[in-house]
C-alpha cells in the first residue's frame, strides 16, 4: 500500500527520487530546438457575438454538442469567439520559453518569420534566432477540460534538407549544436520531410561534433495528420538518430493511443500498456507517454508509472505537454534517473496550466518539494 498522499509507490518513490537528484541551481548551458514555429492565439468561444463570461462555452463537450446539433439539423453554426492572448507558439518556441526560464541558453531554428517578426524578437531577444521562415498561426481555444486547435502550419509543412542547408549552413549548424546539451525537434505530424533531415543531421553534422548533444528530444504531435508512408520514414530516421545520440520520444495521452495503433498494432484501454506498445515499435532509448494523471516512461531499464492529480481550476492548457517534455528533458541534461525526470515533467507541466505562465526554477524545485500536497 503507498503512504498516505500518493497514489501508489512508484510515485512516492519517483518523487523521493527526483528531490534527492534534483540540483538546487540548474547547469545552464546551451540547448537547441528545432525546425518549426507558430503565432498561438489563445480564445475563448461564446454562444453568440459579444457574449458575456457567464455565456461562454466552459467544455469541449458543449463545444461538440454544438457541432453535432447543427449538424444533425442540416444547419451552419456560428460561434463567437474572442482572443484572450496572444503569443509565440510551436515546439521551438514553448521549449526555447520555457528554458529560458529555467536559466538555459536556447537557440531557435524554426518558422520565427522572414524578416524574423517582431514577435519573435521581443519575446526572444536574448536568444539566438535563425529563421527558416514564416510561421504558422494556430487559434486555439481554451476550455476547462481540454483546448479546439485550428492550425495553419506555414513553413513547416515544406521545410525539408535543402531549405534547412541553404537558409542555415551545415557550419552553422555545427557550430550551434556543438556543446549544446539538448537538441530538442517538433513535430513529426507537421514536417513531412523530418525523415530526411534528421538522417542529414545524422550523416553530415554529428560527425562534426567534438561535444555532441547529450540528447535529442523529438515529440510526433498528432501523427494523423501524415500518412503512413511518411510516418514510417520519420520512425526509420529517428531510430537510425539513435546510433549517434540519446534519443526520447515523448507523445501526450491521445497521440500515444494513436502510434500504439498504427504502429504496434495495440488496441488497449490504458496509457502504461499503449506507451510500452510504442516503445517497442520504436528504436529509441525510452518512450513517455504523458496525461493529465499519469505519466509512464518505458525503457530497456523498466516501465514506471507517475501520478498526477488533474489541475481543478486551470489556468491555461494549451502547450502543457510542451512544457511537461520542458521538464522530462531538464531531468535527463541534469542527470536524473528516468521516473525523477518524469516527475519534474508533470511539476513543471502543472505549474504551468494553474499560473499560466512559464514558471522558473524556483517554482519548479517548489512543485517538486510539495508534490505530494495534490494527492490531499
Not at 467544455?59 to 456560428?78: C, M, N, P, Y
Not at 479546439?148 to 552553422?172: K, N, P
Not at 535529442?216 to 526509420?236: F, G, M, Q, T, Y
Not at 493511443?257 to 520504436?282: C, I, M, P, Q, Y
Given at each position: 500500500?503507498?503512504?498516505?498522499?500518493?497514489?501508489?509507490?512508484?510515485?512516492?518513490?519517483?518523487?523521493?527520487?527526483?528531490?534527492?537528484?534534483?540540483?538546487?541551481?540548474?547547469?545552464?548551458?546551451?540547448?537547441?530546438?528545432?525546425?518549426?514555429?507558430?503565432?498561438?492565439?489563445?480564445?475563448?468561444?461564446?454562444?453568440?457575438?459579444?457574449?458575456?463570461?457567464?455565456?461562454?462555452?466552459?467544455?469541449?463537450?458543449?463545444?461538440?454538442?454544438?457541432?453535432?446539433?447543427?449538424?444533425?439539423?442540416?444547419?451552419?453554426?456560428?460561434?463567437?469567439?474572442?482572443?484572450?492572448?496572444?503569443?509565440?507558439?510551436?515546439?521551438?518556441?514553448?521549449?526555447?520559453?520555457?528554458?529560458?526560464?529555467?536559466?538555459?541558453?536556447?537557440?531557435?531554428?524554426?518558422?520565427?518569420?522572414?524578416?524574423?517578426?517582431?514577435?519573435?524578437?521581443?519575446?526572444?531577444?536574448?536568444?539566438?534566432?535563425?529563421?527558416?521562415?514564416?510561421?504558422?498561426?494556430?487559434?486555439?481555444?481554451?476550455?476547462?477540460?481540454?483546448?479546439?486547435?485550428?492550425?495553419?502550419?506555414?513553413?513547416?509543412?515544406?521545410?525539408?534538407?535543402?531549405?534547412?542547408r541553404s537558409t542555415v549552413g551545415i557550419d552553422?549548424?555545427?557550430?550551434?549544436?556543438?556543446?549544446?546539451?539538448?537538441?530538442?525537434?517538433?513535430?513529426?505530424?507537421?514536417?513531412?520531410?523530418?525523415?530526411?533531415?534528421?538522417?542529414?543531421?545524422?550523416?553530415?553534422?554529428?560527425?562534426?561534433?567534438?561535444?555532441?548533444?547529450?540528447?535529442?528530444?523529438?515529440?510526433?504531435?498528432?501523427?494523423?495528420?501524415?500518412?503512413?508512408?511518411?510516418?514510417?520514414?520519420?520512425?526509420?530516421?529517428?531510430?537510425?538518430?539513435?546510433?549517434?545520440?540519446?534519443?526520447?520520444?515523448?507523445?501526450n495521452r491521445y497521440e500515444t493511443k494513436e502510434?500504439?495503433?498504427?504502429?504496434?498494432?495495440?488496441?488497449?484501454?490504458?496509457?502504461?500498456?499503449?506507451?510500452?506498445?510504442?516503445?517497442?515499435?520504436?528504436?529509441?532509448?525510452?518512450?513517455?507517454?504523458?496525461?493529465?494523471?499519469?505519466?509512464?516512461?518505458?525503457?530497456?531499464?523498466?516501465?514506471?508509472?507517475?501520478?498526477?492529480?488533474?489541475?481543478?481550476?486551470?489556468?491555461?492548457?494549451?502547450?502543457?505537454?510542451?512544457?511537461?517534455?520542458?521538464?522530462?528533458?531538464?531531468?535527463?541534461?541534469?542527470?536524473?534517473?528516468?521516473?525523477?525526470?518524469?516527475?519534474?515533467?508533470?511539476?513543471?507541466?502543472?505549474?504551468?496550466?494553474?499560473?499560466?505562465?512559464?514558471?522558473?526554477?524556483?517554482?519548479?524545485?517548489?512543485?517538486?518539494?510539495?508534490?505530494?500536497?495534490?494527492?490531499?
Amino acid at each position: 500500500m503507498a503512504p498516505a498522499n500518493y497514489p501508489d509507490s512508484k510515485t512516492r518513490d519517483a518523487v523521493v527520487s527526483c528531490r534527492e537528484h534534483l540540483p538546487s541551481e540548474p547547469s545552464g548551458g546551451r540547448v537547441v530546438f528545432g525546425f518549426d514555429g507558430y503565432v498561438d492565439n489563445v480564445r475563448e468561444a461564446g454562444t453568440n457575438a459579444g457574449a458575456s463570461d457567464s455565456e461562454r462555452i466552459e467544455t469541449l463537450s458543449e463545444f461538440g454538442k454544438e457541432i453535432v446539433t447543427s449538424a444533425a439539423a442540416g444547419s451552419s453554426l456560428s460561434i463567437s469567439w474572442k482572443r484572450s492572448g496572444q503569443r509565440t507558439g510551436g515546439h521551438v518556441s514553448h521549449l526555447s520559453r520555457a528554458y529560458q526560464n529555467l536559466g538555459f541558453d536556447p537557440t531557435l531554428v524554426g518558422m520565427c518569420g522572414d524578416p524574423v517578426l517582431d514577435i519573435f524578437e521581443q519575446e526572444f531577444e536574448s536568444c539566438t534566432i535563425h529563421s527558416l521562415g514564416d510561421p504558422g498561426v494556430t487559434d486555439a481555444i481554451e476550455f476547462d477540460d481540454g483546448k479546439f486547435m485550428l492550425m495553419d502550419s506555414g513553413g513547416a509543412a515544406t521545410l525539408d534538407w535543402e531549405t534547412l542547408r541553404s537558409t542555415v549552413g551545415i557550419d552553422t549548424l555545427i557550430d550551434e549544436l556543438g556543446g549544446a546539451k539538448l537538441l530538442g525537434v517538433g513535430y513529426w505530424a507537421m514536417i513531412p520531410e523530418l525523415g530526411t533531415i534528421l538522417d542529414q543531421l545524422r550523416e553530415n553534422v554529428f560527425p562534426e561534433l567534438t561535444d555532441p548533444p547529450q540528447h535529442v528530444l523529438l515529440d510526433p504531435a498528432n501523427i494523423r495528420e501524415i500518412d503512413r508512408e511518411v510516418l514510417e520514414s520519420i520512425v526509420a530516421a529517428t531510430g537510425r538518430l539513435r546510433n549517434v545520440v540519446e534519443v526520447t520520444v515523448s507523445a501526450n495521452r491521445y497521440e500515444t493511443k494513436e502510434l500504439a495503433t498504427v504502429l504496434g498494432d495495440h488496441t488497449g484501454d490504458d496509457l502504461e500498456s499503449d506507451a510500452r506498445a510504442v516503445f517497442d515499435a520504436l528504436d529509441v532509448d525510452r518512450f513517455v507517454g504523458h496525461s493529465a494523471t499519469e505519466s509512464v516512461v518505458v525503457s530497456d531499464e523498466d516501465t514506471t508509472s507517475v501520478g498526477i492529480a488533474p489541475v481543478e481550476s486551470p489556468e491555461l492548457t494549451t502547450s502543457a505537454g510542451d512544457h511537461f517534455n520542458a521538464g522530462l528533458s531538464l531531468g535527463l541534461v541534469e542527470g536524473l534517473p528516468e521516473d525523477a525526470a518524469v516527475v519534474l515533467g508533470n511539476a513543471l507541466a502543472r505549474v504551468f496550466v494553474e499560473m499560466g505562465e512559464t514558471p522558473s526554477y524556483d517554482d519548479v524545485v517548489e512543485a517538486v518539494t510539495t508534490y505530494h500536497r495534490q494527492f490531499e
